[in-house]
């Protein structure tokens, strides 16, 4: 293990990092005083650090290797998570549902407004997540522009109801179907393009959409945005704030049930599968006599609605919106939910939104730090599990020989 | 059943197919033999209307469906099996089959006709939880014309299956080309440059050059005329 070799490359690579972070870590201008520190115990303690971590990164590498080569002899029965496996029995399944549900609705009453409000968000971002799963995940086709429809679905409630007066349950499906159809306007032109092509397309329009918010000051009050939207409306009785805040979890908790449910449904459906063969192979698709555009344009659409509605939630939520809500940031972070948890999973999405929105609000303190962690977890996780937290496994049938086709969970 | 009329068609300004006439009668293997580059995988996906048809008809049981779409093409029964395999790669074995029978509803049928596959070909029965792109590629070639032959094409376009295989696969699957012909009565129109496999189990056969058809006829006068046999069997 501990190979002269591999102390040399640990060595060098620590070098590295000492030179890289040298101006940062060691230097130290005070312009105030025009005073040059020079912190030269750093340098030490890089060079160390950099040199377990390095060995660490090592050793889970091969760690990984060997478990591979043992995962291919004994066949793909064991190659299945723990969770799966565990899902897969409907006896444990309906206990986990029931404790999750159970936990959803003490929630509130346990903890402060505030985390309520925190975990009301990362329910959102659990919608933004499964919704961009669909594009991305099923169809395997990259939006990077994915905010887009979420800023069209909260503008459609904020403007209507600045403009019309029109409450929340009339604007939900409203914000929903709008967003439907910019996904279909979107999917029109980039029918044709693939890869690295479509997610620039995507970027561009996510930006053209935030661009129009925020220059078209008569349409949508340009910059400063839309205050003083309505919280959603439970019939017509008036609420405190704290209510208010609690109905919206909980409404989103329903929510939040809702699409896993349509998600799942639509997964196994003949739409799915035909997803699943259109990210895999193009031609092959329409050899099978699948319609590449209509697949793809229902893709675009049915992604696109989900984050419509959590759009219309989010302008309720936070009862002001404005251009900046909407920026590229957003779909990034929507689109790491995805690959994190794992492309095409539900509940590696479900994980990867709770970790990804929770964690930064718990280690405040370590927010400066934010984007280094969050790149080196990205970086690891394409290293050791680039299939996501929690992989796809998609459900499988099989014919036995009776009549009936068995269809099995595994 | 199927008809070609002085169909034209290409990518961008490159005219691949120059106007080429030809017929498929129910039942008959036809062949379209020629060299690299002649036109023979365009003409077929003209016909499988994956690239579009610029100038002439094309006829299935005296329909135009030229015009039609790729799914609409596939609903009257053609089935194409693309250059290359094309196979799902990340799918199963299973579910790649499954993905053959997508236009059909009838569940004891499909059942039916993936027990016929899988007795015409043992390996993938053996291989149906795999991935398809673990597959080796004579296993691939098979899966992909399983999965066509799940479509219950009335017309199967095989494009080149002896790509890339050992000559004693290449024999294997032409033998059950041959099979699928005779047992369920499938039209079979098969695009090949090995011409020598496709003349001995094709009934007649069309020589295309440049994007025209320079000679036709049985498969025997073809394996016998001499132009053929220097330019394409190496005698």
Not at chain 1, 15 to 24: A, E, K, M, R, S
Not at chain 1, 26 to 55: H, P
Not at chain 1, 142 to 168: E, K, M, P, R, W
Not at chain 1, 343 to 366: C, D, N, W
Request: glycine share 10%; charged share 20%.
């Amino acid at each position: 293990m501990f190979t002269l070799e591999e102390i040399k490359r640990s060595f060098l690579v620590s070098v590295w990092f000492v030179f890289l972070t040298f101006p940062i870590m060691v230097i130290r201008v005070d312009s105030i005083e025009k005073t040059v520190q020079w912190r030269w115990m750093n340098v030490f303690w890089v060079a160390l650090g950099t040199f377990v971590l390095s060995f660490v990164f090592r050793y889970m590498m091969r760690r990984k290797e060997m478990k591979s080569s043992d995962e291919d002899e004994q066949g793909d029965a064991t190659g299945r998570s723990f969770l799966h496996r565990w899902l897969a029995d409907p006896k444990y399944r309906y206990i986990v549902f029931g404790s999750l549900l159970a936990i959803a609705i003490i929630f509130p009453h346990v903890f402060s407004t505030y985390q309520t409000s925190i975990m009301t968000t990362a329910l959102m971002y659990v919608v933004l997540g499964l919704g961009l799963n669909i594009v991305v995940g099923l169809a395997g086709l990259l939006d990077l522009g994915y905010v887009a429809f979420y800023a069209v679905g909260a503008y459609t409630y904020a403007l209507l109801h600045h403009f019309f007066g029109i409450g929340f349950w009339v604007a939900l499906p409203a914000g929903g179907l709008l967003a439907a159809l910019f996904g279909i306007l979107l999917g029109i032109p980039v029918l044709r393009l693939r890869g690295d092509y479509l997610a620039i397309v995507t970027l561009g329009f996510g930006e053209i959409i935030r661009l129009v918010l925020e220059n078209w000051g008569q349409f949508s009050q340009g910059p400063s945005g839309v205050s003083n939207i309505a919280r959603p409306g439970f019939f017509g009785i008036e609420m405190s704030l704290d209510t208010a805040l609690l109905y919206i979890f909980y409404l989103m908790v329903i929510f939040v049930i809702v699409t896993i449910f349509f998600v799942n449904r639509l997964q196994d459906s003949r739409l799915g599968r035909a997803w699943i063969a259109l990210r895999e192979d193009e031609i092959a698709c329409q050899a099978m006599g699948i319609d590449k555009m209509r697949t793809k344009l229902a893709a675009f659409a049915l992604g696109a609605f989900w984050a419509g509605i959590v759009g219309v939630i989010f302008a309720a939520k936070t009862t002001f919106i404005s251009p900046r809500s909407f920026t590229f940031i957003e779909s990034a972070i929507i689109l790491s939910i995805v690959v994190l948890g794992g492309m095409g999973s539900i509940i590696g999405v479900i994980f990867g939104a709770l970790i990804l929105i929770l964690l930064p609000e718990y280690l405040r303190a370590l927010s400066e730090y934010r984007m280094l962690a969050f790149g080196a977890i990205l970086v690891c996780m394409m290293v050791f599990r680039p299939q996501g937290i929690i992989g796809s496994i998609r459900r499988t049938y099989t014919y036995q020989n009776k009549k009936k086709p068995d269809t099995k969970v595994s | 059943m199927l008809k070609l009329e002085n169909v034209q068609s290409g990518y961008g300004n490159i005219l691949a197919v120059k106007g080429i006439s030809l017929e498929v009668n129910k039942g008959e293997i036809i062949t379209l033999i020629g060299a690299n580059g002649a036109g023979k995988s365009t003409t077929l996906l003209t016909i499988s209307g994956i690239v579009s048809c610029r100038a002439g008809r094309i006829l299935l049981h005296d329909e135009e469906i030229h015009t039609l779409g790729t799914d609409e093409i596939v609903k009257r029964g053609i089935c194409q099996v693309p250059e290359g395999r094309h196979i799902f790669p990340e799918l199963t074995v299973q579910e790649n089959l499954d993905m053959g029978a997508f236009m059909r509803n009838d569940t004891k049928q499909i059942k039916a006709d993936l027990d016929y596959v899988f007795s015409l070909f043992p390996i993938l029965e053996e291989r149906k939880n795999q991935d398809g792109g673990t597959l080796s590629g004579g296993e691939q070639q098979m899966l992909a014309v399983s999965r066509a032959l799940m479509a219950q094409p009335k017309l199967l376009l095989l494009d080149e299956p002896s790509m890339g295989l050992a000559p004693l696969i290449i024999k294997q699957i032409f033998e059950i080309i041959r099979k699928i012909n005779e047992e369920s009565n499938t039209t079979i129109f098969l695009v090949e440059q090995n011409a020598n496999q496709a003349l001995q189990i094709a009934d007649r056969g069309y020589v295309i050059e440049n994007g025209k058809i320079t000679i036709t006829g049985s498969a025997e006068s073809l394996l016998n005329n001499q132009d053929v046999q220097k330019a394409y069997l190496g005698l």
